[in-house]
C-alpha cells in the first residue's frame, strides 16, 4: 500500500513541470494561429457597420434606436417642463383667491376675525335669498369681523365664488335682520361682479404677472405688496366712488322690483344706515367707502312727475 | 362610590385603548389645525398642510365621529378635524402646484397658524338649482 503511494508521488511530481511545458507549447502555438487568422476572426476585427446596416435594417433595429433616442429626448424635455412649471404662478382664478386670504391673514389682527361667534345662520339665509332670486353655482364664504373699521366687503376668489366680510358691532348696532344682511352682502355680492375691486388693485405689471412663470428670473415681492396695499386702500380708505354705487343701487332697484317686501327692506336698511353714519362716530368713515346712503335713496326715490 | 367611579375609569381606558385608526385621509385645504374637542372653536393642537396624511380612529372598524368632526391622530397628536376638509385622495393641493411662488410669498409660521383659522372660521355656502 505504502509503495503504491510513494509511485503516485512521484508519478505526480514528474508529470505536473510536463504539463505547464505542454501548455506553454500549446498557448504559442495557438497565439500563432490567432495572429494569421486576426483578419477572419469575426469575435476579434472591428465591426464596420456601413457593410452590414443592410442587415440591420431588415432586422429594424435601426428604427429602433431612432424610437428610443426619442423616448429618452421626450423624458428629458417632460423633465425639463416639470422643472419650469414649479416656478408657475398661480393664474387669474386662483390668484385672486390666494391673494384675498393672503391678505386677510395678514390683517387677522386689525379685522379681528378669530373670535368665538355664535351662529347667525347667514349662510343658509342668503343662500335662499340668492336662490329664490335665480342666482345658483355660487359658492360663498362669509367671515364676520369684530371690529366697527370694516362695516361689509366682498373680496375677489375664484370664479363664482365670493368672500364677504361683515362687520358683527355693524350688524348689532343697526339690529339688521337675517333679510338685510342678505340684501348688504347681495350688494357687495354686485361690486364684487362688476369688477371694481379687481379693477382698483389691478396694478400695471400684474396682469402679466399672474399666470406667468418666473424661471430664471428674480420673484417680484413688491408687486405682491403693492397689491396688498390696494387691498389696505380700497377697504379702510377709498372705497367706491359716485358713479359705481349710482350703478349699484339702480342695479339692485331693478332686481328688486319684482319683490316688493325686498325692495322695501332695501330702502329701509339704507335709512337706517343713513341714519347710523350721521350720529354715530364710529361709523362715519362709511361715508368714504359707500358714499352715501342718503344718495343712495334719493337715488330710489320714484321722481315727482311735474304737472302742468 | 369609589369601586363605581374605578370600573367607570377602567372602562374609559379599555374605549379609549380600542380607538385603533380605520383608514387614512388626507387635509385638503391650504392649511388647518387639530382641535383638542370636536369643535371649530377648540384649542389647536397643531398646524397642518396640504396633503398631510391624517388616521381616522375608530372603534372596531368604525369611525369615531363627534357632530361634524372625525377624531384622528396626527404624529403624536390626537385630536378632532372637521369632515369637510378631509379627502380620501391625496388632493392636488396648490402648495403642490406652485411650490416656488407659495415659498417666495414668505409665510411666517403665524401667518398658517391664522391661515388655519381662517378655514375654521368661515361660514360656507353655495347656491345650487332645486
Redesign the interface.
Known amino acids: 500500500m505504502n509503495i503504491s503511494l510513494i509511485l503516485l508521488l512521484f508519478s505526480l511530481i514528474f508529470t505536473v513541470p510536463n504539463a505547464q511545458e505542454v501548455d506553454a507549447k500549446g498557448a504559442d502555438a495557438k497565439a500563432k494561429e490567432d495572429k494569421e487568422d486576426k483578419g477572419l476572426d469575426p469575435m476579434v476585427a472591428p465591426i464596420e457597420f456601413d457593410k452590414i446596416k443592410d442587415v440591420i435594417q431588415k432586422d429594424r433595429l435601426g428604427s429602433e434606436v431612432v424610437k428610443k433616442k426619442a423616448v429618452i429626448k421626450k423624458k428629458l424635455r417632460n423633465r425639463n417642463i416639470r422643472k419650469v412649471e414649479k416656478y408657475n404662478i398661480p393664474d387669474s382664478d386662483e390668484f385672486w383667491s390666494f391673494f384675498s386670504e393672503y391678505w386677510l391673514v395678514k390683517n387677522a389682527t386689525v379685522l379681528r376675525w378669530d373670535f368665538k361667534k355664535p351662529d347667525y345662520g347667514l349662510d343658509e339665509s342668503f343662500k335662499k335669498f340668492l336662490e329664490t332670486l335665480g342666482i345658483f353655482e355660487v359658492r360663498y364664504k362669509i367671515l364676520l369681523v369684530n371690529t366697527p373699521d370694516i362695516t361689509h366687503f366682498a373680496l375677489p376668489s375664484n370664479e363664482n365664488e365670493y368672500i364677504f366680510l361683515l362687520s358683527v358691532p355693524f350688524i348689532r348696532t343697526l339690529d339688521l335682520s337675517k333679510l338685510e344682511i342678505s340684501l348688504l352682502l347681495f350688494e357687495d355680492y354686485l361690486r364684487v361682479k362688476n369688477g371694481y375691486f379687481k379693477k382698483y388693485a389691478s396694478i400695471p405689471g400684474l396682469e402679466n404677472f399672474i399666470g406667468g412663470n418666473f424661471y430664471q428670473k428674480d420673484f417680484n415681492v413688491s408687486l405682491l405688496e403693492k397689491v396688498a396695499r390696494k387691498y389696505d386702500d380700497i377697504i379702510y380708505d377709498k372705497g367706491f366712488n359716485f358713479k359705481q354705487q349710482f350703478d349699484v343701487t339702480l342695479r339692485m332697484s331693478s332686481i328688486l322690483k319684482g319683490n316688493a317686501k325686498w325692495w322695501n327692506g332695501y330702502y329701509l336698511m339704507l335709512g337706517k344706515i343713513d341714519n347710523l353714519v350721521k350720529t354715530n362716530v364710529l361709523y362715519q368713515k362709511y361715508l368714504k367707502i359707500y358714499p352715501s346712503p342718503e344718495l343712495q335713496l334719493s337715488w330710489l326715490r320714484p321722481k315727482k312727475k311735474k304737472v302742468l | 362610590m369609589k369601586i363605581i367611579l374605578l370600573f367607570s375609569l377602567i372602562f374609559n381606558l379599555q374605549a379609549f385603548a380600542s380607538e385603533k385608526s380605520v383608514r387614512v385621509s388626507y387635509y385638503k385645504n391650504?392649511f388647518g389645525h387639530i382641535h383638542k374637542n370636536a369643535s371649530r372653536?377648540s384649542q389647536s393642537l397643531s398646524t397642518i398642510g396640504c396633503g398631510h396624511p391624517i388616521k381616522i380612529l375608530g372603534n372596531n372598524g368604525k369611525e369615531v365621529i363627534s357632530g361634524d368632526f372625525f377624531k384622528v391622530k396626527v404624529g403624536p397628536y390626537t385630536g378632532f378635524i372637521d369632515k369637510k376638509y378631509l379627502s380620501s385622495k391625496k388632493p392636488n393641493c396648490?402648495q403642490d402646484?406652485?411650490?416656488?411662488?407659495f415659498d417666495?410669498?414668505?409665510?411666517s409660521l403665524t401667518?398658517m397658524y391664522?391661515?388655519g383659522?381662517?378655514y375654521d372660521?368661515?361660514?360656507?355656502?353655495?347656491?345650487?338649482?332645486?
Open positions: 391650504l372653536y396648490f402646484r406652485y411650490p416656488h411662488f417666495n410669498v414668505g409665510l401667518d391664522y391661515w383659522k381662517l372660521q368661515y361660514a360656507y355656502g353655495r347656491s345650487t338649482v332645486q
